[in-house]
């Protein structure tokens, strides 16, 4: 009997199984690693969602050695753990039915990986990574924003994005960030993606903030918004308790997870 083995494990054991097959079937991981089909999948998405593997009908492909590094995705394994705990507690505050902002960051996409087996949901993103994870769902109707592509970051910024964000509502905003602080608030190092997410900020009934603790506490070059333009702040529980509390005390509903 296969002992078992934990789901960031079994993640890097199919990503070098893929490398070193060039693909690989969602049955044979199903005989691999003795777990579900279902299972298999979700891997299989997550893993393609954070740019390990390319995802194709019944399995995956390598991707290609000529595929340049890119920094968001090299991101996608610091903090994980806390990044997958994060992007599980959002998902659960989003309603079948509902409209929602899905923005940038590795943070956000553990939120889409989740999002796949809702039904008759609107997403709304300038993620090109989201629209990965989401493109073959559908009960999901996909809303991408154009603009200039942020190479770094895999996402659509600038003026056209802005004017897009314009014509569009959300129910929920999920929003990553570069660094959050209780006096300099909400803060990244771009300033034409911070026009941006001031943008998106304004697009939603309610604005839920996506962070892990190596975020807080922290601030960057260009100042995007105070920490009370979100209603709702998700963490990790080793954000320190003084950062926590004091983002409460500004009108924060802080969840730490």
């Known amino acids: 009997m296969t002992k078992p083995i934990s789901t960031l494990e079994r993640h890097r054991q199919i990503v070098h199984l893929v490398?070193?097959?060039q693909?690989?079937?969602v049955q044979e991981l199903v005989d691999e690693f003795a777990i579900s089909i279902a299972t298999a999948r979700r891997d299989l998405d997550a893993l393609a969602g954070k740019g390990h593997i390319r995802r194709v009908h019944g399995g995956a492909l390598a991707v290609?050695?000529?595929?340049?590094?890119?920094?968001?995705?090299?991101r996608a394994n610091i903090q994980s753990d806390e990044k997958a705990r994060i992007g599980a507690a959002a998902a659960e505050l989003v309603h079948d039915g509902e409209t929602v902002f899905l923005s940038s960051g590795t943070t956000v996409l553990e939120v889409a990986i989740r999002?796949?087996?809702?039904?008759?949901?609107?997403?709304?993103?300038?993620?090109?990574?989201?629209?990965n994870v989401l493109t073959d769902v559908p009960d999901i109707t996909v809303v991408s924003l154009g603009g200039i592509f942020n190479r770094t970051e895999l996402s659509f910024i600038g003026h056209i994005t802005q004017q897009s964000l314009s014509e569009v509502r959300a129910d929920k905003v999920f929003v990553g960030i570069s660094a959050a602080d209780l006096?300099?608030?909400?803060?990244?190092?771009?300033?034409?993606?911070?026009?941006?997410?001031r943008a998106i900020l304004k697009i939603g009934r309610?604005?839920?903030?996506?962070?892990?603790?190596?975020?807080?506490g922290r601030a960057s070059a260009a100042f995007v918004a105070p920490l009370s333009a979100v209603h709702t702040f998700i963490?990790?529980?080793?954000?320190?308790?003084?950062?926590?509390?004091?983002?409460?005390?500004?009108?924060?509903?802080?969840?730490?997870?």
């Open 19 to 21: 490398q070193r097959h």
């Open 23 to 25: 693909q690989v079937s």
């Open 64 to 74: 290609p050695d000529s595929m340049p590094s890119r920094p968001t995705l090299s």
């Open 115 to 131: 999002l796949r087996p809702r039904r008759r949901l609107n997403v709304i993103t300038n993620s090109l990574l989201v629209l």
């Open 183 to 197: 006096t300099h608030g909400l803060t990244n190092l771009d300033l034409q993606e911070t026009l941006t997410d």
């Open 206 to 216: 309610e604005v839920i903030l996506l962070a892990d603790h190596t975020k807080c």
């Open 235 to 257: 963490t990790d529980t080793a954000t320190p308790a003084s950062f926590i509390e004091g983002a409460r005390e500004l009108g924060v509903n802080v969840v730490a997870v």
